[in-house]
């Protein structure tokens, strides 16, 4: 089974940019989206970024997702305290059997 | 706006069953448009998919669970249900039930959760 591997820990400071990835081993997932999460404590997850680069409405353009390849990264510009959450990234598997979800990186805002 | 809210009990036995609801409020949850999910989370650790229905009924399991878990639906309640078998307290989590927007899994509508616990 494929893993998505995010970064445990990820900080910055307000107004800096910030950026988190998201790889996988298996080149499988290289050719399928690429979602992202942002989970506030207690919270229920909120979708960032869906489709590797779209944001949904609401989701400020703060936030950009990229990928190439078996890799993908979520970028945060302009960091705001309120962005203090986990991010989760989140694909299917190469045979859209299964859906994998990184570990999720804790962003800290110093 | 669509609005999910999860339901059931908080509290089950090892080796018993957990039967969760997801209740679909501003939406049919016989739209073959939509993949209606499952997924958990445990205390203090990360997200895992569970499964997901779809057009109208079909299912797709995550492989570690699949021979335990059952996703089905209730038209008539506008509700769809997470059975999973033979529980042991690495089933302890907060479920949550998703609705997709047209990716299948870009969840952007969410139940509040529910923690259940598995514990003798």
């Known amino acids: 089974q494929s893993v998505l591997t995010q970064p445990p820990s990820a900080s910055g400071t307000p107004g800096q940019r910030v950026t988190m990835s998201c790889s996988t081993s298996?080149?499988?997932?290289?050719?399928?989206?690429v979602f992202w999460y942002q989970q506030l404590p207690g919270a229920a997850p909120k979708l960032l970024i869906y489709?590797?680069?779209l944001r949904p409405s609401g989701v400020p353009d703060r936030f950009s997702g990229s990928k190439s390849g078996s890799s993908a990264s979520l970028a945060i510009s302009g960091l705001r305290s309120e962005d203090e959450a986990d991010y989760y990234c989140a694909a299917w598997d190469g045979s859209l059997t299964n859906v994998l979800f990184g570990g999720g990186t804790k962003l800290t805002v110093l | 706006q669509v609005q999910l809210r999860e339901s059931g009990p908080r509290l089950v036995k090892p080796s018993e069953t957990l039967s969760l609801t997801c209740t679909v409020s501003?939406?049919?949850?016989?739209?073959?448009?939509?993949?209606w999910s499952w997924i958990r989370q445990p205390p203090g650790k990360g997200l895992e998919w569970i499964g997901y229905m779809y057009h109208g009924g079909k299912t797709t399991y995550n492989p570690s669970l699949k021979s335990r878990v059952t996703i089905s639906v209730d038209s008539s309640k506008n509700q769809f249900s997470l059975r999973l078998t033979s529980v042991t307290p690495a089933d302890t989590a907060v479920y949550y039930c998703?609705?997709?927007?047209?990716?299948?899994?870009?969840?952007?509508?969410w139940g509040q959760g529910t923690l259940v616990t598995v514990s003798s």
């Open positions: 998703a609705r997709d927007v047209d990716s299948g899994i870009d969840w952007f509508f």
């Open positions: 489709k590797n680069n």
């Open positions: 501003g939406g049919s949850v016989s739209s073959g448009s939509y993949f």
């Open positions: 298996s080149s499988n997932i290289g050719f399928n989206f």
